[in-house]
Structures are given as C-alpha cells and as structure tokens.
C-alpha cells in the first residue's frame, strides 16, 4: 500500500525567505506526482504536476522536483509572500489518472 | 469555465437520514473521484470512475454508493448518515492520455456534519 509523508507538518518564515517542502511515498512505481495548495475552507488547487519520467517542473516562484528511484519530491518556493499562505499537499498517482494518495500536508504560514 | 462544480456546499444529517452529494465536471474527464478529508487522516479515497458505467471501491468505501450514467456526473450517496461521516467531501475529476494520467480538478467540497 502507497504510503506519503510530508515533512515539515507545520512551517513559519519570514517573507521573502526561500524554503523547500518535502514529500516522500514508499512504492516507486508512480504515474505522476502533483503539489496542490489549499487554503482555509476551500478546495485544492493544482499547482505543478511531475510526469514519472520527469526530474522536475517549474511554474513562477515554484520548482517541484521528482526522484521516483528515492520516493522523494520537494516543493521549492522562492522569495516568499505573505500569499502564498496555506497548506501545501503531495499526491502521488498509481494508476495512471485514478487513484490519488495523498500526504498529511504542510502547513506554512509567511509572516510579513 | 466551471470546471468540477459541488452541491451542496454545506449540510447537516440527521443520523440514520441519506442524502446524495451531487458532482458534475464540464471538461470531458473519463476520471471521476470522491475523497474525504478529516483532521489528522489527510484526503482519503472513496470511490473511484473510469468511465461512465464503470465504478470501484477506494480506501474507505463503506457506508457510501456510487454510479456513473453519464460522463458529467458523479453523484455519491450516503445510505445511513452516521456521525463517523462528518467530514469535507472533494469531487475530482481527471483525464489519461494512456501513459501518465493528468492533473486532477478538485471542487469546492461539501462539508457535511451527522449530528
């Protein structure tokens, strides 16, 4: 059984810091990987999708990197805002755009 | 574009009253989903949809059915409400290009509470 792990569960920065989010999953044999972001009583929203064959994905501010032979991924998000705000999840894809696991999250919080 | 759209967006149940969370996604997905999400579980699986017609249990499928006769629509339906239910409740749907699937959209959830 697919299991993730996101580390830190809890984060807090000061603005304009550079920090890196950590996701981990045991079983190698992935799809994809995504980062999605929520926000307080909302749903989620997509922010980058790593292909298996990828190494990495960049959208603005945010670089997602894949290592499938480790079971790991980072979230890289530069120059920090007090917007960017909210918790950040890993989903990982075993069967190929069907069943998403998901880790605990990591919560972050960017003081101004 | 509405993209997954969710109704309704909040409810309270009685214990032992059904009810049926409604899904719809305008995109042409083949891949529909339902996830829960509870405190200290993360988002958790509960049923899933390849195609219309086509439906399989996820992780915590108990208490809870599914059909799909149509593409658009997803409907998930509590038979008994029990408080063990209470939870946020997200719609997703997906595409596969035979290879790697695609991002998944999520609705806005409906937050249900069994009192």
């Known amino acids: 059984k697919q299991e993730v792990t996101q580390i830190p569960a809890a984060l807090s920065v000061p603005e304009g810091e550079n920090l890196v989010l950590n996701c981990s999953f045991t079983d190698s044999a992935i799809y994809n990987l995504q980062w999605f972001r929520q926000d307080p009583g909302k749903g989620l929203t997509s922010l980058l999708l790593i292909q298996s064959s990828q190494r990495e994905q960049t959208s603005g501010r945010l670089n997602a990197s894949l290592d499938k032979s480790s079971g790991r991924s980072t979230l890289y998000i530069a120059a920090s805002q007090p917007g960017d705000s909210a918790t950040y999840l890993c989903?990982?894809?075993?069967?190929?755009?069907?069943?998403?696991?998901f880790g605990g999250g990591t919560r972050l919080m960017v003081k101004p | 574009n509405a993209g997954v759209t969710q109704t309704p967006k909040f409810q309270v149940l009685k214990t032992g009253q059904s009810m049926t969370l409604q899904c719809a996604q305008d995109m042409n997905h083949e891949y529909m989903s339902w996830y829960r999400q509870d405190p200290g579980m993360g988002l958790r699986l509960i049923h899933y949809?390849?195609?219309?017609?086509?439906?399989d249990q996820g992780e915590v499928p108990n208490g809870y059915n599914v059909s799909r006769s149509t593409t658009e629509d997803f409907p998930l339906r509590l038979l008994s409400a029990a408080p063990s239910q209470t939870s946020v409740y997200f719609c997703?749907?997906?595409?596969?290009?035979?290879?790697?699937?695609?991002?998944?959209?999520f609705g806005q959830g409906t937050r249900l509470t069994v009192v």
């Open positions: 997703a749907s997906s595409y596969s290009n035979g290879v790697s699937g695609s991002e998944a959209f």
């Open positions: 989903a990982v894809d075993n069967n190929a755009g069907n069943m998403l696991t």
């Open positions: 949809s390849v195609g219309a017609g086509i439906t």
